[in-house]
C-alpha cells in the first residue's frame, strides 16, 4: 500500500500487510499476521494479537499500537510512539530505533544494539530489559514492575516507585536514578551501584555485584553470599545485613549493622549511634568503635581485632581475639563470651557471670596504666598480666587464676573474691580484703 488510506483491516495468519511513504494504515488488527512500516509511512492503532508481528523500519512510525500477544519490532531508525505493551506481548527497540512513552501493562521491552526508549512507564508485571549500548531515558517503574540493565546498557533519569524493582549487571551505566520509599535494587553480577538507599528502599547485593553507597535513614542494604559491599556509609536509622557467604568491607556505621552466620566484615568504623552485631558463626575483623559506637558479638560469633576507643563499647557473648581498649573504652564478657589477647591502656574491662578472659599465647592480657579489670559475680581471669598503674579487681563471686602482677600494678580482692595462683613480681601489689581469699600466690622479691 502506497499513499493510501487502509482502515480497519484484518490481517491473519500468513498474510502481511505493507505500509509504504505516503501511506497510512488505520485500526488494523493483526491476528497472527504481520504488519511492516516502512520509510514514509505511518500505522495507528494497530492491534497485535494472536502472536503476530508489527515491524517499524527506518523512518516508518507507528502510534498507538496495543501489543496483546505477538511482537513489535522498532528498528532501523524507526519509531514508535504510545505503544501499549500487555502480558503476552514484547516490544524490541534495536539499530537505532526509537520508542517513545511506552506503556508495559504486564508485557515486556527489549532495547539493545543502539536503540532507544524515551518516557516507558512499566507497570505491574511488566519488565523492561535494557542490553548492550541500548539507552533507556526517563523510565518510570511502578508497583511490581521490573527494570534490568546488562552490560553495556544505559538508564537515565529512572524513577522507580514503591513495590518497583531494579537490578543491574555487569558495566552498566546509571545516571540520575530516583529510588522511592519501598523501591527495591538488586545489585547483580559484575554491577558496582554507588547511588543512595533512601528511607524504605531495600539494596540488595547479589553473587559477584559490589555496592559503595550510602545507606540513609530507613534504607536497608542486604549483602548476599559472594556479593560485596566497600566503603558504604550506613547513617543513622539505616541498617546494613550481611548474610552468609557476603563481605563488607571499610564501612562507617552510624545506624545498625548486623553479620549473619557465614558473613564477614573488615574494617568497619562504628560511630556514634552505631551498632555492629555479630551473630552466631559471623565474623567481624579490624573494627574500629568510636564514641558511642557499639559491637555486640553474640554467641559463637567471632570480632578479631578491635579498636574500642574512648567512649567505645564492646558487648562480648562470643568471642573477641586482640582487642585494644583506649582511654574511656569499655570491654564488657557476658555469660558464654570470651575475650583473649586484649591489651586494657586506660579504658575498663569487666567480666560477668559465665564469662572468661584468658591471657597468655602470642600477645597476652594485659592492663596497662590507668586501665581498670573488674572480675564480677561468676566472671573469671585467667593469665591477666597487670602493668604498672593499672588495676585488677575481684569482686565477690569473681574468680582471678594466674595473674601475674608487674612493678606499679595492683590486685584488689574484695570480700567473697577469689585469687588463685597470683604471681606477685617486684614492685606488684595485691589486696586482699576481709571475706576474699588468695591462693598459692607467688611473691617475688620486693613484692
Known amino acids: 500500500m502506497a499513499g493510501g488510506t487502509a482502515i480497519g483491516t484484518t490481517v491473519y ?58 511482537n513489535e519490532f522498532v528498528g532501523q531508525s524507526g519509531l ?73 546498557g544505559a538508564v537515565s533519569g529512572l524513577i522507580v516507585s514503591s513495590g518497583g524493582r531494579f537490578e543491574g549487571f555487569g558495566n552498566a551505566v546509571v545516571i540520575a536514578a530516583q529510588f522511592r520509599s519501598g523501591a527495591q535494587i538488586e545489585v547483580g553480577s559484575g554491577f558496582v551501584f554507588n547511588s543512595a538507599v533512601g528511607n524504605g528502599v531495600t539494596e540488595q547485593v547479589l553473587s559477584a555485584g559490589t555496592g559503595t553507597g550510602s545507606v540513609s535513614s530507613g534504607g536497608t542494604l542486604i549483602v548476599r553470599s559472594d556479593g560485596l559491599a566497600t566503603g558504604a556509609t550506613v547513617r543513622k536509622g539505616g541498617a546494613a545485613f550481611v548474610r552468609s557467604g557476603g563481605t563488607i568491607g571499610a564501612m562507617v556505621v552510624s545506624g545498625v549493622d548486623v553479620i549473619s552466620s557465614g558473613g564477614v566484615e573488615s574494617g568497619a568504623t562504628i560511630s556514634k549511634g552505631g551498632i555492629e552485631k555479630v551473630l552466631s558463626a559471623g565474623f ?14 553474640l554467641s559463637a560469633g567471632t570480632a578479631f581485632v578491635v579498636m574500642v576507643k574512648g567512649g567505645g563499647h564492646q558487648i562480648v557473648s ?56 573488674i572480675a564480677n ?59 576474699g581469699l588468695d591462693s598459692g600466690a607467688t611473691v617475688n622479691s620486693s613484692g
Open 13 to 70: 495468519s500468513a498474510s502481511q500487510q505493507e505500509v509504504f511513504s505516503g501511506a497510512r494504515a488505520v485500526s488494523t488488527t493483526l491476528s497472527g499476521g504481520a504488519q511492516s512500516v516502512h520509510d514514509g509511512g505511518t500505522a495507528t492503532a494497530t492491534r497485535i494479537v494472536s502472536g503476530a508481528s508489527q515491524q517499524v523500519f527506518s523512518g516508518g512510525t507507528a502510534i498507538g499500537t496495543t501489543v496483546s500477544d505477538g
Open 377 to 435: 559475680s561468676g566472671g573469671t581471669t585467667s593469665a591477666v598480666a597487670v602493668a604498672s598503674g593499672g588495676e585488677l579487681i575481684i569482686r565477690s563471686g569473681g574468680t582471678g587464676i594466674g595473674t601475674t602482677i608487674r612493678l606499679g600494678g595492683q590486685e584488689l580482692v574484695s570480700a567473697g573474691g577469689k585469687s588463685i595462683a597470683t604471681q606477685i613480681r617486684s614492685g606488684g601489689t595485691e589486696t586482699v580484703f576481709n571475706g
Open 284 to 297: 567481624a575483623s579490624a573494627s574500629t568503635l568510636d564514641s558511642g559506637g557499639t559491637q555486640i558479638v
Open 318 to 373: 562470643g568471642l573477641a581475639d586482640l582487642v585494644f581498649v583506649s582511654s574511656g573504652g569499655e570491654q564488657d564478657v557476658g555469660r558464654g563470651g570470651t575475650a583473649e589477647a586484649v591489651l586494657i591502656s586506660g579504658g575498663t574491662g569487666k567480666v560477668f557471670g559465665g564469662g572468661f578472659v584468658l591471657g597468655g599465647g602470642l600477645f597476652g592480657f594485659t592492663v596497662n596504666s590507668g586501665g581498670v579489670e
Open 80 to 152: 514508535a510512539i504510545s505503544t501499549t505493551v500487555h502480558l503476552g506481548g514484547a516490544q524490541d527497540v534495536f539499530s537505532a530505533g526509537t520508542a517513545l512513552q511506552t506503556t508495559l501493562a504486564g508485557g515486556v521491552q527489549f532495547v539493545d544494539a543502539a536503540g532507544l526508549a524515551s518516557g516507558t512507564t512499566v507497570l505491574s508485571f511488566g519488565h523492561q530489559f535494557v542490553d548492550s549500548t541500548g539507552v533507556a531515558l526517563a523510565t518510570t517503574v511502578k508497583n511490581h514492575g521490573d527494570e534490568f540493565i546488562h552490560d553495556g
